[in-house]
């Protein structure tokens, strides 16, 4: 219970930092650098979890089989 307490507060832990500096760079750069990490964001953010664990899971299984 304690591990799983961790590993999900490290996680919403980590995703907060990551998430901040990638929205400092593109508020304060502007430009292609806005432009590119958005246009991440926007990829990342279009496909479904589920489908997305899925997707992962089949691609490393049929690199390694």
Do not use: E
């Amino acid at each position: 219970s304690r591990i799983s307490l961790f590993i999900g507060i490290s996680t919403i832990g980590l995703a907060i930092i990551i998430g901040t500096i990638l929205g400092a760079v593109a508020g304060y750069t502007g430009g292609w650098w806005n432009f590119g990490i958005m246009r991440v964001m926007d990829v990342f953010m279009s496909f479904p979890t589920l489908r997305l664990s899925c997707m992962l899971l089949h691609f490393r299984l049929s690199v390694f089989t």
